[in-house]
């Protein structure tokens, strides 16, 4: 992890989610480029609602973002005091996804972190249909979402939720592997049965993964879908008291359809757990 992309929008979830980010990663030489996305939109400072901008007025709020992300910087400088981090200010005018996704283009960047929730442009950016349209449109990129304003604590047990069928190769969960040796972390990979037996590709799968986990604390586990899957994976985070939620995302798959769910609404949304998604590139 040597390029971490955070995206603000100057709210304290925001905030909390880089302060996770500069802990979680700690011991890591890495750069943090903070990213501020505006548009004719994004109201003013001193003005009372906002409404279509004209020129002069977009300059006005890129001097303010400017001058926002330097406060921001001199701030987690201050609360960090950490030489292995760099911090890099961008603004950026236009659409928060396509800003997000021809930033982590142009820098190389290696993990996207955000906050669940925000005051302003980025408000319920990781709340249902939003997760998908930010997963879809960065796909080669990992994000991790931390949830509401929580305190850093490392995680010690992270669930990989997986159906055997995508992202379980090397390439997939370099990122999970990453954090889990940061922390040592332990890797819960949790299975839901909805067939009677894996068929040859998730018998093809699970020993892959089962062998990119070789030098990693891990168990395996199955459960049975008595109700919804979204239901059974609340449960088992629940049970095994779970710091950290992975599952790999790909167009119209199992993530997607659980995020539709309610109850994982609720896990993303409510839980004090971060959770990150993988790409799949496979």
Avoid: W
Avoid at 101 to 107: D, E, F, G, L, P
Avoid at 119 to 128: C, D, I, V
Avoid at 206 to 212: A, D, P
């Amino acid at each position: 992890m040597k390029s971490i992309l955070v995206a603000t929008d100057f709210s304290n979830d925001a905030y909390c989610a880089l302060f996770y980010g500069t802990k979680l990663f700690k011991e890591t030489s890495c750069t943090f480029y903070i990213l501020n996305v505006y548009d004719e939109l994004t109201p003013l400072k001193n003005k009372r609602a906002p409404f279509l901008s004209n020129k002069n007025e977009l300059e006005e709020i890129e001097a303010q973002s400017n001058i926002a992300l330097e406060k921001l910087i001199h701030k987690i400088t201050l609360d960090t005091e950490n030489p292995n981090h760099k911090f890099i200010p961008l603004s950026k005018e236009g659409n928060l996804s396509k800003n997000i996704k021809n930033t982590t283009k142009a820098y190389d960047i290696d993990l996207v972190l955000i906050g669940s929730k925000g005051e302003t442009g980025a408000k319920e950016l990781f709340f249902g249909s939003n997760t998908i349209q930010i997963t879809n449109t960065i796909s080669n990129c990992p994000i991790l979402a931390i949830p509401k304003q929580i305190e850093y604590t490392a995680p010690k047990e992270i669930a990989f939720v997986t159906d055997y069928k995508q992202g379980c190769s090397l390439s997939n969960i370099a990122p999970l592997l990453f954090i889990a040796k940061q922390t040592n972390a332990a890797i819960r990979v949790m299975h839901i049965i909805e067939e009677a037996i894996l068929d040859a590709e998730q018998e093809l799968k699970y020993k892959l993964l089962e062998n990119c986990l070789k030098e990693y604390q891990h168990s395996f586990t199955t459960m049975k879908e008595f109700s919804d899957k979204a239901k059974v994976i609340h449960e088992f985070i629940a049970a095994r008291e779970i710091d950290l939620f992975c599952m790999v995302h790909q167009k119209r798959n199992f993530l997607e359809k659980l995020l539709r769910e309610p109850v994982i609404k609720d896990v993303s949304m409510y839980a004090n757990i971060p959770f990150l998604i993988l790409p799949s590139m496979e």
